[in-house]
């Protein structure tokens, strides 16, 4: 199956760093990236959707300024999150969807989880 | 209320038992339905995938839709302690438009 991968796996940082992650579609293009963000023990949350070329469209109540994406490739789209706190610790797990091949299928990153101490 | 209603459980069975996972929704639109596995800490895995109602079977695996009833089911056969994980179902409106997930029902396989 697709491969879609997330660096990097785990981050560490201090209260008012931004973070960047990156996620990547490894043996196909996609035109579409979505964001999701999951608290322990519970399900995935949209935050975004990314489409190759455009500016994301953002979930209601998600901060687009403060959740930074940009698709700028078919297979690289990343997510920067500025001046982190405390709060915004999490596991963020990225999808994509083939679209070139006409695909319904988002094939899920492994996730990336971030501690702000 | 949530869109898509899923028992978080935890469930806990003996090895061999056919495991039973459900969800109900609300929304008429979805058309699309998945059942994802994720293992702590990774990322989610699809398993089954169906459109509209009906039944499809993948080994170990069958996946039921009723839109009548709005509630869909997955049937783990045989189950393994290697099945134990968080089965999440997730529903979409249009092929490949964003998913709604359920909150996951967390199964764990005694062996």
């Known amino acids: 199956g697709a491969v879609v991968s997330q660096h990097p796996s785990r981050v560490i940082c201090k209260s008012g760093t931004s973070v960047k992650i990156e996620c990547r579609s490894l043996?196909?293009?996609?035109?579409?990236m979505f964001w999701y963000r999951q608290f322990p023990k519970k399900s995935l949350m949209l935050m975004a959707t990314?489409?190759?070329?455009?500016?994301?469209?953002?979930e209601q109540g998600v901060e687009k300024d403060k959740f930074l994406i940009n698709h700028a490739s078919l297979t690289l789209s990343t997510l920067t999150v500025t001046s982190a706190h405390p709060e915004d610790s999490s596991f963020y797990i990225c999808?994509?969807?083939?679209?070139?091949?006409?695909?319904?299928?988002?094939?899920f990153g492994p996730g990336t989880r971030l501690t702000v101490l | 209320q949530k869109e898509v209603e899923q028992d978080p459980g935890p469930l806990s069975v003996p090895e061999g038992a056919i495991v039973s996972l459900n969800c109900t929704y609300s929304n008429s639109a979805f058309q699309y339905f998945m059942w994802y596995r994720q293992y702590s800490r990774k990322g989610p895995e699809l398993l089954m995938y169906t459109y509209s109602s009906g039944n499809k079977e993948d080994g170990r695996f069958t996946a039921q839709v009723d839109k009548s009833s709005k509630y869909i089911s997955l049937f783990i056969r045989d189950s393994q302690p290697s099945d134990s994980a968080t089965y999440l179902c997730?529903?979409?409106?249009?092929?490949?438009?964003?998913?709604?997930f359920g909150e996951g029902t967390q199964l764990t396989v005694n062996p």
């Open positions: 997730a529903m979409s409106a249009a092929s490949g438009s964003r998913l709604t």
């Open positions: 999808s994509a969807r083939d679209g070139l091949a006409g695909g319904y299928t988002q094939y």
């Open positions: 990314s489409n190759e070329g455009s500016k994301a469209t953002y």
């Open positions: 043996d196909f293009q996609a035109t579409t």
